[in-house]
């Protein structure tokens, strides 16, 4: 930042390694640093709760994550278009929603390109996939 360019997001995320390891014993919890830089272009990383960082296709984290895992390994794949894939996530989130009470009733989207950065709200009433009857 002080030389005035864009921070990798790579170089975020080692940060972020860093502070998570060194505080291990008062951070527990997993992140996903994820974004857009003019080297590297579009990246994500995974964060462990021990400090571990991989370089990642897709990431998931959550309660809900263990209810979605099964249906992004079976969907996702290289290549996706923008319109693929948040279609892909927001029937994600709407399974994780209809199984787990802690997952939320709404989903607030975050699109990060070289063109920079699109918000899309989506209300629980509009959900592409509606609540599970047991």
């Known amino acids: 930042m002080e030389t005035g360019r864009s921070v990798r997001v790579k170089t975020a995320a080692h940060l972020m390694k860093k502070l998570v390891y060194e505080n291990k014993d008062n951070i527990v919890a997993g992140m996903i640093v ?36 099964g249906l992004l390994d079976a969907e996702y794949r290289e290549g996706m278009s923008q319109a693929e894939a948040e279609i892909l996530i927001k029937k994600s989130l709407s399974h994780a929603m209809s199984r787990d009470g ?19 709200y989506t209300p629980g ?3 592409p996939f509606g609540p599970v009857g047991f």
């Open 102 to 120: 802690s997952s939320g009733g709404c989903i607030r989207t975050i699109v990060v390109t070289d063109q920079g950065t699109q918000y899309e």
């Open 34 to 69: 994820a974004g857009w830089d003019p080297v590297d272009g579009a990246s994500i990383y995974s964060i462990a709760m021990g400090g571990a960082c991989m370089e990642v296709p897709f990431a998931i984290s959550g309660s809900g994550s263990l209810f979605i895992a």
């Open 125 to 127: 009433n509009q959900l």
